[in-house]
């Protein structure tokens, strides 16, 4: 299997829908070893602690730990990113993951930057990625990015319209 890293932010969103039929979340534990920084499960406690729709993803992710793998990185005091994308980039290199898996769109590029042979999908693209491969109908991927655009408030993102637009074009 092909590995996956997650940050706090794509595993909020998956958490945001885990659960539903269709589940995201699960067919990612089915299709990758995931593995998540230790710092980033210590993010999703902090999400978690809050009384909303995020804190109610964040605890349906937690509520799952047994299913993923969870590791120690050190961190890069000069990486310019939150301790969440720090580690979760650090460990996709060192493991050398197949995919790291971030919502924080803002710094995309930065991201990407940091990565050695990972490549960095969000979870619009792990949505078209579940489509492509048939695990994931176009009308459910659809279905699914709405509910998380709208839980994230991602209206007015333009690299979430352009997922939508494309996943327009799916069955």
Not at 22 to 27: E, G
Not at 146 to 161: G, K, L, P, T
Request: glycine share 4%.
């Amino acid at each position: 299997m092909s590995k996956l890293v997650a940050d706090a932010s794509a595993l909020v969103s998956l958490g945001i829908v885990a659960g539903n039929t269709p589940d995201p979340f699960a067919m990612c534990l089915a299709r990758y070893d995931v593995t998540v920084p230790t710092t980033v499960i210590e993010e999703l406690r902090e999400i978690a602690s809050y009384d909303d729709i995020h804190g109610r993803g964040a605890t349906t992710i937690l509520d799952r730990t047994d299913d993923f793998e969870t590791r120690s990185v050190a961190l890069d005091a000069d990486f310019p990113l939150d301790d969440g994308e720090n580690a979760a980039s650090t460990l996709a290199n060192e493991i050398d993951a197949a995919l790291f898996l971030c919502d924080e769109f803002n710094q995309l590029g930065l991201i990407h930057a940091s990565l050695a042979d990972t490549r960095l999908v969000t979870t619009p693209t792990l949505l078209s990625i579940l489509v492509q491969t048939e695990h994931l109908s176009g009308s459910d991927a659809r279905t699914l990015l709405e509910q998380i655009s709208e839980a994230r408030s991602w209206d007015e993102n333009s690299y979430v319209a352009r997922a939508r637009s494309l996943l327009q074009k799916t069955n």
